[in-house]
């Protein structure tokens, strides 16, 4: 299974912009990239996903390197609700019942005031 | 839309006993994942439904854990003969799975046990 490595932790203050990296070297062609936020006390959220271009939506952008072998979150402006462990997740193309979200360890992000 | 309801969201049970938690989707999601988290670590897949089949579990789910999804709507996990290594917080998701490569999943709250 390709797999990803994120920072265990970062900090951020609050107002500016964060980039999350996530490496995944071990990329197929067919795999997204999905991230996901875990909010303290509450369950896993959607955040973005791409394949190759850079992606933007209301929460975030993502950055796809050139060759597909990192990426990195932006959170444009961060505020301390932004504080949140973020998972970085290769999702395979072909969706079928063994594609399961693997999730790793994550990247804490705390927001100073 | 209320998103993913959990019931109940905290559990303290003794050890060797049963417990049962039951998660109810955002309605009209016809998948339904069950995930368990250990503090410090990411979610780890248990089991998945597709309407009311159960078409993957985890290694990870012993035979003590048996999970249901009667009519494809809610879900219930249960837990026969708790262990102490049983204490975690056990997350419910749902998708409606028509995304293919964009499949977006939805968590709930969680349930949180802890086995003494």
């Known amino acids: 299974d390709a797999k990803t490595t994120q920072p265990n932790s970062m900090e951020s203050n609050e107002e500016e912009p964060v980039h999350l990296p996530c490496n995944h070297s071990t990329i197929s062609g067919t795999d997204y990239i999905h991230w996901y936020r875990q909010l303290p006390s509450q369950g896993p959220e959607y955040v973005i996903h791409g394949l190759t271009s850079n992606v933007n939506n209301r929460m975030a952008s993502l950055a796809i390197a050139e060759d597909r072998k990192s990426s990195t979150l932006i959170l444009h402006r961060a505020t301390l609700r932004d504080a949140a462990v973020y998972y970085c997740?290769?999702?395979?193309?072909?969706?079928?019942?063994?594609?399961?979200?693997?999730f790793g360890g994550g990247t804490r992000l705390m927001v100073k005031p | 839309d209320t998103g993913v309801s959990q019931d109940p969201r905290h559990k303290i049970t003794k050890r060797g006993q049963n417990v049962t938690f039951r998660c109810d989707p955002i309605s009209e999601h016809n998948r339904l994942y069950w995930y368990r988290q250990t503090l410090g670590q990411g979610p780890e897949f248990l089991t998945y439904f597709q309407n009311e089949a159960q078409l993957e579990k985890s290694r990870l789910l012993s035979d003590r854990f048996s999970a249901e999804r009667p009519k494809g709507s809610f879900s219930t996990l249960e837990i026969q003969r708790t262990e102490q290594g049983d204490s975690a917080m056990y997350l419910c998701a749902s998708s409606d799975g028509s995304g293919g490569t964009n499949e977006k999943l939805f968590f709930g709250s969680g349930t949180q046990l802890s086995v003494l």
């Open positions: 997740i290769l999702y395979p193309g072909a969706w079928n019942a063994g594609n399961m979200l693997t």
